[in-house]
């Protein structure tokens, strides 16, 4: 019975694409969090742009760019999302981001330890983040209880929530202390790890029929906890 769900899967929602490989570059200069991404460390970066949504891999109808980079104190990433309609929900640390516009990333920096990181920035500037070890075991607030000392910056190009005027879009820049990662990593250096990653993007516009949950992973089964189809992100 398994294998003719899997069938059906493919026949109605499509074939998965293969899963992408990134490189994570040391950061060729300076990055101030400012929500701007005019500093050449960022320009130096080619943008990933694989976004496809969650269970179909479609094409999302607005599209996002994703960079990342780090130093020896602090991993850094970046977004810049076309959006018509920005809107969010929430302002306080670690609220229910997801159910407004909102960029994710997911780490999970050794394959046999099951720690992981969810972090969340809404174009408010809101953040939610987490260090989890399963998604099932508590939910989401047991695991967002931690805190980390991330710093971020987040600028919208059109009006926040105002559904009657078509905005640009928004941009959130972040960096997290790498001492976020020690308990799942120690004091190894990063040059040379492969973690998993999955950078995803929850949109809810007026211009959408419905909302439209995309990522750089493959999400078959709609829960970016569901790590099998994150990619994979070498420290160069
Ligand atoms: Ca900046
Ligand atoms: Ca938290
Ligand atoms: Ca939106």
């Known amino acids: 019975m398994r294998l003719v769900g899997l069938a059906m899967a493919v026949v109605f929602f499509g074939a998965a694409p293969p899963i992408q490989h990134f490189d994570c570059n040391r950061a060729t200069g300076p990055i101030t969090v400012d929500g701007r991404l005019d500093e050449p460390a960022w320009k130096a970066i080619p943008p990933i742009t694989s976004f496809r949504e969650l269970k ?3 094409a999302p109808a607005e599209k996002t760019e994703f960079r990342i980079a780090y130093d ?4 850094y990433f ?3 999302c076309d959006d018509a309609d920005v809107f969010t ?3 306080e640390r670690d609220a229910n981001l997801w159910e407004s516009d909102v960029v994710e990333l997911f780490l999970q920096p050794v394959s046999d330890n099951p720690i992981y990181y969810e972090f969340e920035i809404a174009p408010n500037n809101a953040v939610y983040d987490a260090r989890m070890v399963n998604s ?3 939910g989401f607030r047991r695991w967002a209880k931690w805190n980390c000392d991330i710093k971020t910056a987040a600028r919208v190009d059109g009006t926040l929530n105002d559904w009657r005027d078509r905005d640009s879009g928004y941009t959130v820049e972040a960096a997290i202390p790498l001492a976020a990662f020690r308990e799942a990593i120690g ?4 040059k040379g790890q492969t973690w998993k990653i999955a950078a995803a993007r929850m949109n809810f516009s007026v211009t959408l029929e419905a909302e439209d949950r995309s990522s750089t992973a493959n999400i078959a089964s709609g829960s970016m906890h569901q790590k099998d189809g994150y990619n994979t992100l070498t420290f160069k």
């Open 56 to 58: 179909s891999f479609a």
């Open 72 to 75: 020896d104190a602090y991993l």
């Open 78 to 80: 970046s977004f810049r």
């Open 89 to 91: 929900l929430y302002e």
């Open 136 to 138: 099932g075991s508590g």
């Open 187 to 190: 004091d190894k250096p990063l």
